[in-house]
């Protein structure tokens, strides 16, 4: 099949010729492609704390370097201080990054999480719907 670029008419393949504008015929553009899935992105749980000035801090840090991030437990923790802690979660690929970041800060943080313990089922877990609420 081939079209006009300039009036969109189809044509046969045997056409040359636009018949309404007498233009070169192309290819049939692809067909438009569907709207681009959500970027997926895997989070990895940076760190947790049960101190919000913490949460409001690494925000700062993070947004202010492009990583994404994300915090769980944050609402909770205003509603039921001390209950559950935040869960400060980033870019499983910007996780070094992140961490990095943190690491200077890291005395200022009521407790983070072991992060050196590999946790493969919970990799597993984050493929099946971590994404952003
Ligand atoms: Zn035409």
């Known amino acids: 099949m081939k079209y006009c670029p300039a009036c969109k008419t189809e044509y046969e393949d ?3 010729k636009c018949a ?3 233009g070169p015929l192309g290819s049939l553009p692809p067909p438009a492609p569907p709207e681009p899935p959500q970027e997926y992105v895997a989070y990895r749980e940076l760190l947790q ?3 919000s000035s913490d949460v409001a801090f690494i925000k700062t840090l993070l947004e202010s370097n492009d990583i994404l991030f994300c915090v ?3 609402n909770f923790m205003t509603l039921n201080p001390g209950a ?3 869960r400060v ?3 499983a690929d910007q996780y070094e990054s992140a961490k990095e970041l943190l690491g200077d800060f ?3 943080y009521t407790s983070f999480s072991c992060e ?6 919970e990799a597993d877990d984050a493929g099946k719907g971590n994404a952003l609420p």
């Open 72 to 74: 769980e437990g944050e």
């Open 14 to 16: 045997w056409v040359e």
């Open 106 to 108: 890291s005395g200022r």
């Open 49 to 51: 704390t049960y101190n």
């Open 89 to 91: 979660m980033v870019n």
């Open 84 to 86: 559950l802690p935040a």
């Open 116 to 121: 050196e313990k590999e946790k493969p089922s």
């Open 20 to 22: 309404e504008c007498s």
